[in-house]
C-alpha cells in the first residue's frame, strides 16, 4: 500500500479512532512514575494524548467535505472482508452524515478537554493512568458512532463504560466518587446486559450483525422477538443516555469525576446514547412513522426535560446541578428527534451540538472553581468575580447559552425546536406536541432561574474570607473554556451556516435509511424522500446584535457626556462589625439568598412535588437497579402493545 | 447615496422614531400619568404629570456609588445593556400597520428578548453583592417565572389563531399578525381571543413589577431590592428601564390584540398607539395598583399559574378548535 492510497479519505474513519487507541496505547507504555514537572506530571505523555485527540479531531474534519456536502456515506470493511454468500462477514464502519456529525460532536469535546486537562490534574494522583482511561473512553465513544455493525456497538459501549467509571472513581479521596462509580457500574452493566441480549435476539433472529443489513431485513419481518430485542437494544442506550429514568446516576458521576472527564460523560457519552437510539427507531426498526413510537420519545424527552430542571432547581452544589442540566438538555433533544419531522430532527441535532458545547464551558468553569477553591458548595461559595474575572465571563456565556438567551446557540435550537413541535402539534393536531412545546419553553425559564443561583451564589455575592486569596486558573484552562465559549458564540449567531452545513446533513441521513442500506451492498427499495426544512419563524441573530450595538453604542456615548463615568471611588474595607452587612437581623450569611433557598416562592408552590422527588431519589443503588428492571418492563410491554 | 439615506432612515429609527426618543419620552409620559391616575383615585393630589422626567434629570446629576463588595463592571454595564435590549425590542413591535424593522424576530423571540432587560437587572443586583439585592432578585426571577407560563399559552394562542385564519396553519410573525388585524379587524373582537387578552393584560403589572406584584422592589421591607445599592445615572438608566418597559408591554398588548385601528400615516399612528397604551395602563396597571395592596411572592407565582394560566388555556383550546 502507498501512501496516496493510505491518504485515502476513505481510511479517515478508522484512522480517528485508531489513533485514540494507539494513544492510550503508547501512553500506557510509559509507564505510571509523574515527572519531575509539577506544571504537568504527566510529561510527555499528556502531549501524547493532546496529539491523539488532535489528530482523530481532524481526520473528522477533512471528512466534513466528503460526507456532509458531498452526501456521500463511507463503507469501509476491516480486513478486506466483505459481503458473502449474501450475509455481512467481517467488522464494517459506516459513516453517513449522522455518524460524522456526532463523531465530530465527540472529538471536539474530546479535544478540547484535554487541552483543559493538562493543568487542571496537576494536583491529583497517578496522572499518566488517567490520559490511558481518557484516550479509552474517547476511542469507544468514537468506534461506537462510527460503527457499521451492531456488536461492535456493544464492545464500544463495554469499554467506554469502564473507562468512564474509572475516571468517576478517579478522584477516590474524594466524598462519595467509589459510591459514584459503584452505582454507575451496577446500573450501566444492566444495561450493557440489556444491549449483549438484545444483539443476541437480533442475530439469532436474522444471522447477521451488520446495521445496514439488519436495516434492510428487520422491517419487513418484525415479530414478538424482534419488539423484544428492541425493547432491550433501546432500554441499554438509555442508560448511556441517561435519560429518565436512569438520570439519578449521571448526578452522581458528575458530581465525582473530574471536571474534564463530567464533559465527556455529559458532551459525548449521554450523544452516543442519543446517537444509538436514532440509529435505533429511525434505522434499524424503521419504526418513527408510528403515532406510539413518536409518542415514547417525545413522552421521555419531556419528562427528562422537566424532571431535570426541577431536581436541578433543588441542589446545592454546582457540578450536581449542571449534571441534572444535561439530562434536561438531552431531554430537548430526543424530544425534537421524537417528533419524526425533518424540522425536528435538524432542530434536535442542533441542540445536541450545542448542549456539547455549553454544557462542557459550564463542566469546565466549574472545574476551574473546584481548582481554585476546593469545593462546589454553593453554599460556602460566592463573590468569586473579582478574583476569577475570565471565568465569569466565560461562564456566563455558557449560563447564558444553556438558558437560551438570544443570540446565544442555545436559543437558536431551542427555537427551532419550539416550532418544530408547534408545527407538528397543528399538522397532526395532536395536543400532545403542544404540551411538549409549552413544557420546552417553561424548563427553558426554569433554567434560567437556576442559572441564576449560580451566578449569584458562586461569582457574585459577598466572598468569604478563606477564599481571599484565590486566583485566576493558569492560561490552558481558559483557552479551553475560550475555544468553547466562543463557539458557542459563533454558532448561535450564524445558525443558518451550522444548519446547511451540519445539521440538515444529518438530517437528511436521517431520513435516507436506502441509502444506508445501499452504501454497504445490500439492496434497499427504500425511496429517498423529499425533505422541507421550513419553518414559519424569523430570527435574524446578527441584524439583532447589530442593532443592538448601535442602540448600546448610543447609550454610551449619551452617558460618557454624561455624568455616567463619574463613578467615586470605593472606599477602602471597614472591618468594624458595624459595617458589616446584615439582613432581617442577621448576618448576611445567615441569610437565605444563598445556595438552595433563592427560588422559596417556587418551591414553596410545589414542595409536595419537591418532596415526592426528594424521597423518590433516595440515592440507594439498588432503587436505581429496580428502576432499571421497572423500565425494562415497561419498555417490553410496550413495545409488544405498541408496534 | 440611496445607501447613505437609507442608513440615516435606519438610524433615524433607532434614535428617534420608535427608537430612543419616542421611548424616552413616551415610557416616562406613561410612568407620570400611571402615577397620577393612582394618586387620583386613591384621593392624592400625587405628583406633576412630568415628575419621572424630573427624577431621570435629577438622579443623572448625582453621584454614583459602586459597593467595596461590588464587581464594579457588571454593576455599571449591566443598566445599559438592558436599557439598549429594551428599546431594541421596541423596534419590532410594529405601530398599527407600521414596522420598523420586519424579518427579524418573530414572537417567541420576543418573549425571549424581553427576558434580556430583567435579566441584566439581575446580574447588576447580583454583581452588587448586597443581600437586599439577592432578596430582590430572587422574587424578580420568581415573578418572571410565574409570568411565562401564562405568556407562553397566550402568544401561542395568537399564533395559532390567526395562523388558522391566515390559512397557514400557524403565524409567528409579528407584523403578519399586525397585518391580518389591519385587514380583518382587532383579535379582541374574536372570541376565543378574548380570555388571552384578559390574560396578557394581567400579565402586564407582573412584567412591570407594579402593584401588586412589585415584590421585587417592595420599598417597605427589602430596600427597593434590586436597585438598593444603585445610585445616580445608573439608578436613573434602571427607573428609565422600568418606564419603558411598561410602554413595551402595553404596546405589544396593543400590537397582539388591539391592531388595526391606524391610519396607514406613521406619525399619527404613534399618537393612536400612545393614547390605546395609556388606556391599557390606566385599566390593568393604574386601577389594579390603586385598589389592591402588595401580594407574597408565593402568591403571585400561584395566580400566575393557575387563574391567569387558566383563562390563556381556555384561549389556546378554543382557537385550537378553530373558534
Known amino acids: 500500500m502507498n501512501l496516496t492510497n493510505m491518504m485515502d479519505y476513505h481510511h479517515y474513519p478508522i484512522y480517528a479512532v485508531m489513533v485514540l487507541f494507539l494513544g492510550a496505547f503508547l501512553v500506557a507504555a510509559g509507564g505510571a512514575r509523574h515527572s519531575k514537572n509539577p506544571d504537568n506530571p504527566a510529561g510527555a505523555r499528556a502531549w501524547i494524548a493532546l496529539c491523539a485527540t488532535g489528530l482523530s479531531l481532524l481526520f473528522l474534519v477533512l471528512l466534513v467535505k466528503p460526507v456532509m456536502l458531498g452526501g456521500e456515506t463511507i463503507a469501509y470493511w476491516m480486513g478486506m472482508r466483505g459481503i458473502a454468500g449474501g450475509y455481512a462477514i467481517g467488522i464494517a464502519l459506516e459513516v453517513d452524515a449522522l455518524s460524522l456529525f456526532f463523531a465530530l460532536l465527540i472529538a471536539t469535546a474530546v479535544f478540547v478537554s484535554a487541552i483543559y486537562s493538562i493543568r487542571y490534574m496537576v494536583h491529583d494522583e497517578c496522572v499518566p493512568q488517567y490520559y490511558v482511561l481518557y484516550c479509552l473512553l474517547a476511542g469507544g465513544v468514537l468506534g461506537l458512532v462510527l460503527s457499521g455493525d451492531v456488536f461492535n456497538m456493544f464492545v464500544m459501549v463495554e469499554i467506554l463504560t469502564f473507562a468512564a467509571v474509572a475516571l468517576t472513581a478517579f478522584r477516590t479521596k474524594v466524598y462519595g466518587a467509589l459510591e459514584a462509580a459503584f452505582k454507575y457500574l451496577v446500573v450501566g452493566c444492566m444495561g450493557s446486559t440489556a444491549i449483549l441480549t438484545g444483539v443476541i435476539l437480533l442475530y439469532a433472529q436474522y444471522h447477521t450483525l451488520n446495521l445496514a443489513q439488519l436495516a434492510s431485513l428487520i422491517p419487513g419481518s418484525m415479530n414478538d422477538a424482534t419488539k423484544l430485542a428492541f425493547a432491550f437494544l433501546y432500554i441499554g442506550f438509555s442508560t448511556k443516555a441517561f435519560i429518565v429514568p436512569f438520570h439519578p446516576l449521571a448526578a452522581d458521576a458528575h458530581g465525582a469525576a473530574p471536571a474534564s472527564i463530567s464533559v465527556l460523560i455529559s458532551g459525548v457519552l449521554t450523544k452516543s446514547g442519543i446517537y444509538a437510539i436514532i440509529r435505533l427507531t429511525w434505522f434499524l426498526f424503521q419504526t418513527m412513522e408510528l ?353 | 447615496m440611496t445607501v447613505f439615506l437609507t442608513g440615516l432612515q435606519y438610524l433615524g429609527y433607532i434614535l428617534i422614531f420608535p427608537g430612543f426618543l419616542f421611548c424616552f419620552f413616551c415610557g416616562l409620559l406613561l410612568t407620570g400619568i400611571d402615577r397620577k391616575l393612582v394618586a387620583r383615585m386613591q384621593k392624592r393630589v400625587g405628583p406633576p404629570l412630568l415628575q419621572p422626567f424630573y427624577d431621570f434629570f435629577k438622579l443623572c446629576g448625582k453621584e454614583t456609588i459602586v459597593p467595596a463588595a461590588a464587581s464594579r463592571t457588571t454593576f455599571l454595564v449591566a443598566p445599559l445593556v438592558g436599557f439598549a435590549a429594551l428599546v431594541v425590542v421596541q423596534l419590532f413591535i410594529p405601530i398599527c400597520g407600521f414596522s420598523a424593522f420586519t424579518g427579524m424576530a418573530d414572537i417567541i423571540v420576543i418573549l425571549y428578548l424581553l427576558l434580556i432587560p430583567a435579566l441584566a437587572a439581575i446580574l447588576g443586583a447580583s454583581a452588587s453583592g448586597s443581600p437586599y439585592a439577592g432578596v430582590g432578585l430572587s422574587r424578580e426571577m420568581v415573578t418572571v417565572i410565574a409570568c411565562e407560563l401564562p405568556l407562553v399559552l397566550v402568544l401561542l394562542a395568537v399564533a395559532k389563531a390567526v395562523g388558522s385564519a391566515l390559512g397557514t396553519g400557524l403565524c409567528f410573525s409579528v407584523s403578519e399578525i399586525a397585518r391580518y388585524q389591519v385587514e380583518n379587524g382587532s383579535l379582541i373582537t374574536r372570541p376565543s381571543m378574548i380570555p388571552a387578552a384578559l390574560a396578557f393584560a394581567l400579565i402586564i403589572p407582573g412584567e412591570t413589577g407594579s402593584h401588586p406584584f412589585d415584590t421585587a422592589e417592595a420599598e417597605t421591607e427589602i430596600c427597593e431590592g434590586m436597585h438598593a445599592e444603585y445610585s445616580g445615572a445608573p439608578l436613573a438608566i434602571f427607573k428609565l428601564t422600568h418606564a419603558v418597559k411598561l410602554l413595551t408591554v402595553t404596546s405589544l398588548f396593543v400590537a397582539l390584540f388591539l391592531g388595526g385601528i391606524g391610519t396607514g400615516i406613521a406619525a399619527v399612528d404613534g399618537v393612536i398607539v400612545f393614547a390605546l397604551c395609556v388606556i391599557v395602563t390606566a385599566l390593568f396597571v393604574s386601577f389594579v395598583h390603586a385598589v389592591t395592596a402588595r401580594l407574597k411572592i408565593e402568591q403571585v407565582f400561584k395566580y400566575y399559574w393557575t387563574v391567569v394560566s387558566g383563562l390563556a388555556l381556555v384561549s389556546l383550546v378554543l382557537a385550537w378548535y378553530g373558534l
Request: aromatic letters at 12%; charged letters at 10%.
Open chain 1, 291 to 643: 403515532g406510539s413510537m413518536q409518542f415514547m420519545l417525545v413522552f421521555v424527552g419531556s419528562a427528562s426535560m422537566f424532571v431535570c430542571v426541577t431536581m436541578a432547581l433543588a441542589q446545592h452544589d454546582f457540578k450536581r446541578l449542571l449534571a441534572y442540566h444535561s439530562i434536561s438538555q438531552i431531554g430537548y433533544v430526543l424530544t425534537a428527534v421524537g417528533l419524526s419531522s425533518a424540522l425536528g430532527v435538524s432542530a434536535g441535532l442542533y441542540h445536541a451540538m450545542n448542549h456539547t458545547l455549553f454544557k462542557g464551558l459550564l463542566f469546565l468553569a466549574a472545574g476551574a472553581v473546584l481548582h481554585e477553591t476546593g469545593t462546589t458548595d454553593l453554599g460556602r461559595l460566592g463573590g468569586l468575580s473579582k478574583k476569577m474575572p475570565h471565568t465569569t465571563v466565560l461562564f456566563l456565556i455558557g449560563a447564558f447559552s444553556i438558558s437560551g438567551i438570544p443570540p446565544f446557540n442555545g436559543f437558536a435550537s431551542k427555537w427551532m425546536i419550539y416550532q418544530a413541535t408547534y408545527q407538528r402539534a397543528v399538522e397532526t393536531n395532536n395536543i400532545g406536541f403542544l404540551l411538549a412545546t409549552v413544557i420546552a419553553l417553561v424548563t427553558s425559564t426554569l433554567t434560567l432561574a437556576s442559572f441564576v443561583k449560580v451566578t449569584q451564589s458562586v461569582f457574585f455575592g459577598q466572598l468569604p474570607a478563606e477564599y481571599e486569596n484565590v486566583k485566576e486558573v493558569p492560561f490552558g484552562m481558559r483557552l479551553a473554556m475560550g475555544i468553547l465559549a466562543a463557539l458557542c458564540v459563533l454558532t448561535g449567531l450564524f445558525p443558518n451556516t451550522v444548519t446547511s452545513v451540519l445539521t440538515e446533513p444529518a438530517a437528511r441521513a436521517v431520513a435516507s435509511v436506502g441509502e444506508y442500506i445501499s452504501a454497504m451492498g445490500f439492496k434497499s427499495a427504500l425511496p429517498t424522500p423529499e425533505l422541507s426544512f421550513a419553518h414559519v419563524g424569523v430570527w435574524a441573530p446578527i441584524k439583532w446584535l447589530l442593532l443592538l450595538c448601535i442602540a448600546l453604542l448610543a447609550l454610551t456615548i449619551a452617558s460618557l457626556a454624561g455624568k455616567y463615568d463619574r463613578v467615586s471611588a470605593p472606599q477602602e474595607e471597614k472591618t468594624d462589625t458595624k459595617y458589616q452587612l446584615f439582613y432581617g437581623g442577621e448576618r448576611s450569611v445567615y441569610s437565605q439568598v444563598g445556595g438552595g433557598d433563592l427560588f422559596w416562592g417556587f418551591k414553596h408552590n410545589w414542595r409536595h412535588y419537591f418532596d415526592f422527588m426528594h424521597n423518590l431519589h433516595s440515592g440507594v443503588v439498588n432503587d436505581y437497579a429496580l428502576w432499571a428492571v421497572i423500565a425494562l418492563a415497561l419498555a417490553i410491554v410496550y413495545m409488544m402493545i405498541a408496534l
